[in-house]
């Protein structure tokens, strides 16, 4: 456990409980300084100028601008490349400068934030310095994080395998090959967008079962999936394979992301290649990436795994009791427009939790390279939606209206089975650990609009 998990912050909004941005999680993003307050309606505000993003670490109420930390000097001993990294527009530079480094800027950060007993404060004047580096997070305009070039999605939550495979198999809901191998499909990295981006409806081909042959039309079962994002932060060459031993140590940190789904267009195009057009026309991303060294309390075994399950072969076998699975609990949150009209809060649609998973993040990252496929910095491996077993804890609608079979209902009277024009997912992620302030995951938000 780091040794700052209990300190404080003379940032005061970061040591009140409810926060979710305490001193031990300094979470990174990209960002612009709005001059006014960012509207919470979803609009995402006035399209913004081409002004380069400064990156910035999360802590309590504000973000600290590290590309003015270190124009200011305040990194000055910390090595050339990390501090030229700190003043580029996305992670990949400082995901470039390796694991040592990372530990090297955010022990710095931790340093300049950390409350000192006034007896021992060597220089107020730096602290003052720091504070003048602060924008407050609601001022704060989102970049995408990080410069992503591939974006794998999994399917690593047997929960969620099962139940979307009962759907279509009832007799035999898991392919075979589920126990054996994380099975994935390569996504679009192209249509990445950040939290807050609205989401346009696509049109596609699609088939009614009772039809004899598809039509082209906007999707009319249009679905979000609850899921965790890693970040590579080292690579590897083509032609190069990852150790089960060494692959969590390539990962930079974790993330919410949305995989907007089209079902009807994924139903029907999916044989047999995988999913298409279905995926990509959107995935949200939020703008937190959470580095792994921040995560190290919240570390625990997978439960996805039963002991009658059969071990995985020698290449994906962790060692004996590897906590390689996050106790993190996901929340999807939707707001329909007349909820919104009605003065109605966001009702909940799932809560489950990360270390539910049967696949963990490493034995993807090792899986994925065992062919000598070479991963890049800033590469997205998705955990695929990350559903429990009990009632609440399924991670798209998919799921939880049984295929459209059983509406949801909810406050404003409407029902839904799928997504309708106006209606905004809002992704959460938070974690308590015992002794530990919360800590939370940011938000990964996206509004739908009208097929154009
Ligand atoms: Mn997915």
Redesign the pocket.
């Known amino acids: 456990m780091p040794q700052a998990s209990g300190a404080t912050s003379w940032v005061g909004t970061a040591n009140e409980p409810g926060n979710g941005f305490p001193l031990h999680w300094l979470p990174y993003c990209a960002f612009t300084a709005a001059t006014k307050d960012v509207p919470t309606d979803g609009s995402g505000g006035e399209p913004e100028p081409q002004i380069q993003a400064h990156l910035g670490v999360g802590i309590g109420s504000f973000i600290l601008d590290l590309h003015g930390l270190q124009q200011s000097g305040l990194l000055g001993d910390l090595p050339e490349e990390v501090q030229a990294a700190c003043c580029a527009p996305r992670l990949n530079a400082l995901m470039g400068c390796g694991p040592a480094a990372w530990a090297g800027l955010r022990a710095r950060l931790m340093d300049l934030l950390r409350r000192v007993e006034p007896s021992l404060r060597r220089d107020t004047g730096r602290q003052r310095m720091v504070a003048s580096l602060m924008v407050p997070r609601r001022q704060a305009k989102f970049q995408k994080p990080v410069y992503t070039e591939n974006y794998t ?1 999994f ?1 690593a939550s047997m929960h969620h395998a099962t139940h979307v495979g009962r759907l279509f198999r009832p007799d035999r809901p898991l392919p075979p090959n589920y126990p054996w191998l994380p099975i994935g499909y390569h996504g679009r990295a192209s249509s990445l967008v950040v939290s807050g981006t609205p989401v346009r409806r696509p049109y596609g081909q699609y088939k009614a079962a009772a039809e004899g042959a598809p039509v082209f039309g906007a999707s009319g079962r249009l679905d979000y ?1 609850l ?1 965790v994002a890693a970040y590579v932060g080292v690579g590897n060459p083509l032609g190069t394979r990852v150790s089960i031993e060494e692959a969590s140590l390539r990962l930079f940190g974790l993330s919410l992301l949305n ?1 907007w ?1 089209a079902r009807d267009i994924q139903s029907w195009e999916y044989h047999p290649l995988g999913p298409f057009l279905g ?1 990509s026309f959107a995935t949200s991303v939020s703008p937190w990436v959470v580095p792994m060294e921040a995560l190290a309390p919240y570390r625990t075994r997978l439960k996805g795994r039963c002991a009658s399950d059969p071990v995985p072969l020698a290449y994906l076998a962790e060692p004996e009791g590897a906590r390689s699975g996050f106790d993190l609990t996901l929340e999807a949150y939707l707001s329909t427009a007349r909820m919104r009209e009605q003065g109605l809060a966001p009702v909940r649609l799932s809560r489950s939790n990360l270390r539910d998973l049967y696949w963990s993040f490493a034995q993807m990252l090792t899986h994925h390279t065992s062919n000598g496929c070479n991963l890049k910095i800033g590469d997205i491996l ?1 955990s ?2 990350v559903s429990g077993g009990e009632l609440g804890a399924q991670g798209c609608l998919l799921e939880i209206t049984q295929g459209g079979e059983m509406p949801v209902s909810l406050p404003s009277g409407e029902r839904r089975r799928f997504l309708e024009d106006g209606d905004e997912v809002s992704l959460h992620g938070y974690a308590e650990g015992e002794g530990l302030a919360r800590v939370c995951l940011g938000e990964c938000r996206g509004r739908i609009l009208a097929a154009g």
């Open positions: 999605d399917y999936e899921e995989d789904s995926k998705a695929g939606t």
